[in-house]
């Protein structure tokens, strides 16, 4: 099957995702303030910022689990605010969590539950194993092996997920929303409590699934060495507003970012900023030297899979 055709046709291509004015308040609390940015057809746009930024409520708003108070986000044109978060996956908005949902079964178990949403036969037809249910069967599955060899789990398909890697679980995290068909997927701190060699491999999967897929990518990530070599685009939030957006690298030369990350300006902080790495991110994964940590971001209880980002 061609990466960009899908088992219920050919794969459409991916539109803008437009995110405009979303407000969110908690209790009085606001959480997301007027934030605005717009993920280009085929990007990679990372979503940064200190802890308690609001970058876990923006991802609960694109996904609809969260409703904001106003604003709206729009992708091809589609409205998306107040859908469901299972209307919005059909719509190809797909997304991971940061921590592992499920290590139930086996993998390809769990991709055949992301490839569910997309059957068309009906619960009698495949009781009673009927010829047009057999055959989309063998379809989903023969995708979902595709899928598990385009993200590296092919060797890995009939094995338990509770007996894999934690960077292999977080394949599989991926591999079942890609299983979605999604144009744009939001990734959730995707190399999260990875060690160097797994982050060095997730980091090429997303490279990978990006140039095979054609698909728009949004990542929230701590790893400021990762969005520096993955991202087209990076928006900067602090205390629930955008304080920066651009490119990585005119982000991490933005006296704003500096002052969010280190607590000082551009012109008080001492340092060179025409260095390759301004932010002071490396490739182990840690943040910013003197980076705030203000603790978990305010995003209510109940969030699936999720901790503070």
Known sequence: MNPRTTATGPAQAPQPLEVDGVTVRFAGL????????????????????????????????????????SGTVRYGGQRLTGLAPHKIAALGVARTFQNIVTTEGTVGDNLMLGRHALTR???????????????????????????AELVGLERHFDSPVALLSYGDRKRVEMARALCLEPRVLLLDEPVAGMNTSERAAAVEVVRTVRERLGLSIVLVEHDMGLVMRLADEVTVL??????????????????EVL???????????????SGADDTGADDTGAEPPGAKNRGPEGDGPGTPGKEAA
């Open 259 to 273: 002052r969010a990350y280190l607590g000082t300006g551009a012109d008080d902080s001492g340092a060179d900023n």
């Open 30 to 69: 606001t959480a997301l303030d007027d934030v605005s940015f717009t993920v280009a057809p085929g990007t990679v746009h990372a979503v940064i910022g200190p802890n308690g930024a609001g970058k876990s409520t923006c991802f609960n708003v694109l996904s609809g689990l969260y409703r904001p108070a």
């Open 238 to 255: 602090d205390f629930g507003r955008r304080i920066a957006h651009g490119t990585p690298d005119e982000v991490r030369r933005d006296p």
């Open 121 to 147: 036969a009906g619960f009698v037809s495949s009781a009673l194993h009927l010829p047009h249910a057999v055959r989309e069967q063998r379809t989903h599955l023969a995708r979902a092996r595709e899928i």
